[in-house]
């Protein structure tokens, strides 16, 4: 087990297309355990391969509550509940989707910003585990909108281009010039952001 170093908006390798997974292979499996604990040790609820500088496709997603004041577990919805925790999905791709909903997104890649963002609100996702079986899992709530976002990354895309071209430039602007808050702010930073429950996909 291993932590990795989490590539931060405006690095270009968080920009490149990730490639499809032929085979689970020993390596791709020890990968997705590294990029896990990668995750919970940066307190996020999912993680692409592109952040971590693995261009494959590969996500993994974890939104069970990790601590008391943290996403809280009656808000699940049945989906979400009878999804396995953590998901580990090769090649994940959506392959239906309906309706619109809106969340407040933040980024273990853009720490610390947070904007809402709209996306499907019921989706079907077909992707292959670790078994190398493929399978396809309907999902709503948290979960559709987090996966939405970790295939976004793989497709070297991040949820701040998805806001208007106003806000977009502005945040895009302000990163420029204030980078982002020493891990010691950030620290304070994420505990006052678990009070307003936002979390990082
Ligand atoms: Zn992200």
């Known amino acids: 087990m291993a932590i990795l170093e989490i590539l931060?908006?405006?690095?270009?390798?968080?920009?490149?297309?990730?490639?499809?997974?032929?085979?689970?292979?020993?390596?791709?499996?020890?990968?997705?355990?590294?990029?896990?604990?990668?995750?919970?040790?940066?307190?996020?609820?999912?993680?692409?391969?592109?952040?971590?500088?693995?261009?494959?496709?590969?996500?993994?997603?974890?939104?069970?509550?990790?601590?008391?004041?943290?996403?809280?577990?009656d808000q699940l919805t049945e989906w979400e509940k009878q999804t396995p925790m953590p998901l580990i999905v090769f090649n994940p791709e959506v392959v239906k989707r309906d309706g619109k909903t809106t969340y407040d997104e933040g980024c273990l890649s853009v720490p610390t910003y947070f904007e809402t963002v709209e996306r499907a609100k019921n989706i079907e996702l077909k992707g292959m585990d670790l078994t190398g079986k493929e399978f396809v899992l309907p999902m709503d709530g948290l979960l559709a909108i987090c996966v939405q976002h970790e295939i976004d990354h793989l497709d070297g895309k991040l949820f701040?281009?998805?806001?208007?071209?106003?806000?977009?430039?502005?945040?895009?602007?302000?990163?420029?010039?204030?980078?982002?808050?020493?891990?010691?702010?950030?620290?304070?930073?994420?505990?006052?952001?678990?009070?307003?429950?936002?979390?990082?996909?």
């Not at 602007?173 to 994420?190: L, T």
């Open 8 to 73: 931060k908006y405006p690095d270009p390798r968080l920009r490149k297309k990730c490639a499809p997974v032929k085979e689970v292979t020993a390596e791709l499996k020890q990968l997705a355990q590294d990029m896990l604990e990668t995750m919970y040790h940066a307190r996020g609820i999912g993680l692409a391969a592109a952040q971590v500088n693995k261009q494959i496709r590969l996500v993994v997603i974890d939104i069970r509550p990790k601590e008391e004041g943290r996403y809280k577990v």
């Open 160 to 201: 701040i281009d998805r806001l208007s071209m106003i806000k977009s430039n502005l945040i895009k602007a302000k990163i420029k010039k204030f980078g982002y808050p020493d891990p010691e702010d950030q620290n304070s930073a994420s505990e006052q952001s678990d009070e307003d429950e936002e979390v990082s996909l």
